[in-house]
């Protein structure tokens, strides 16, 4: 793909083309709208984000799509990849002029990016008023790399489900107190708390008792790009850790370190990210989530 210079303006103009206007080429090449709609998505790298401002549409994004003047969203990991044939959900419309994206989110309104190319597949977008950019990776829907989503964002995806149940087991592995713990919860509380639960397992999500609370951290692992270390510290002051690796958007699996016992999870109960970054279900924790720029620790692998 030809790529085509976007600079970065240090003031944004206070008067915008209107939206009928041509758009035309920038030194011959294709232009930004073009740019944006030739891939099908661009992912929101928050780790990457710059500046202490905020637009709310954008962090709670994973993922932004522009097409024919519509934009979409997707705010969840799991069922990424099937939501709006891929896409995501409507969540407003878009117009550009020269190098600035102009967006009108349905709920939070009119935003002006500025923009700046930095290779064929990636472009940062800046709003001077709020003070924040983000780097936006393109992507086709065929070429997307779904694994790096989950553990580029594992923190986030451990919250999209109201619980995780344990369905199965390993036959190795040593009997340790973990093996009462039948259901898990992570909140979006600092990206830190989690509860567990003993109740019996198929126990409905919303009649769940939560035994023990406490805080978790997740490691990213030395040489690995598929596997994190789960840490769940207990507020009684029991510890656990575990190899994590994502089995599909619903199964996650558990190494048990000190037992060397495997457990798999299964989520329950999805919780919907909607337009407005509130919740499809009131009653958890996960009101007005949105992403932040996490950095983790590195550990090395337990398992040979």
């Known amino acids: 793909m030809k790529?085509?210079?976007?600079?970065?303006?240090?003031?944004?103009?206070?008067?915008?083309?209107?939206?009928?206007?041509?758009?035309?080429p920038l030194d011959g090449s294709i232009t930004l709208g073009e740019l944006m709609s030739s891939y099908d998505l661009w992912y929101v790298d928050i780790h990457?984000?710059?500046?202490?401002?905020?637009?709310?549409?954008?962090?709670?994004a994973f993922t932004l799509s522009f097409v024919n003047g519509n934009m979409y969203a997707n705010n969840n990991i799991a069922d990424i990849g099937f939501t709006g044939n891929g896409?995501?959900?409507?969540?407003?419309?878009?117009?550009?002029?020269?190098?600035?994206?102009?967006?009108?989110?349905?709920l939070n309104g009119r935003y002006v990016f500025d923009v700046l190319q930095l290779s064929s597949n990636e472009v940062r977008i800046y709003d001077t008023q709020q003070n924040v950019s983000y780097l936006l990776v393109g992507y086709q829907r065929d070429e997307f790399d779904y694994d790096m989503l989950f553990y580029d964002n594992i923190e986030y995806f451990l919250q999209e489900y109201t619980a995780w149940e344990r369905t199965n087991i390993s036959l190795t592995g040593t009997p340790n107190p973990f093996d009462a713990e039948h259901f898990l919860q992570f909140t979006p509380e600092y990206n830190t708390t989690f509860s567990s639960s003993?109740?019996?397992?198929?126990?409905?999500?919303?009649?769940?008792?939560?035994?023990?609370?406490?805080?978790?951290?997740?490691?990213?692992?030395?040489?690995?790009?598929?596997?994190?270390?789960?840490?769940?510290?207990?507020?009684?002051?029991?510890?656990?850790?575990?190899?994590?690796t994502v089995l599909n958007d619903q199964v996650v699996n558990l190494f048990h370190m000190s037992s060397q016992t495997s457990y798999e999870f299964t989520g329950r109960a999805f919780i919907q990210i909607l337009r407005d970054g509130k919740v499809s279900n009131s009653s958890i924790k996960n009101e007005d989530r949105k992403r932040t720029k996490i950095v983790r620790k590195k550990k090395k692998r337990f398992k040979s």
């Not at 790529?3 to 035309?24: G, M």
């Open 198 to 244: 003993n109740d019996p397992f198929g126990t409905d999500v919303d009649n769940l008792t939560w035994d023990y609370s406490g805080g978790y951290e997740v490691f990213d692992v030395a040489g690995f790009d598929n596997l994190k270390i789960l840490s769940l510290n207990y507020a009684i002051g029991d510890f656990e850790e575990f190899e994590l």
């Open 87 to 106: 896409l995501g959900i409507l969540v407003g419309n878009y117009d550009s002029f020269g190098i600035y994206l102009e967006t009108i989110h349905d």
């Open 48 to 60: 990457q984000t710059m500046g202490n401002g905020d637009v709310p549409f954008v962090s709670k």
């Open 3 to 24: 790529t085509f210079k976007l600079f970065l303006a240090i003031l944004v103009s206070t008067v915008f083309l209107s939206s009928c206007s041509q758009e035309e």
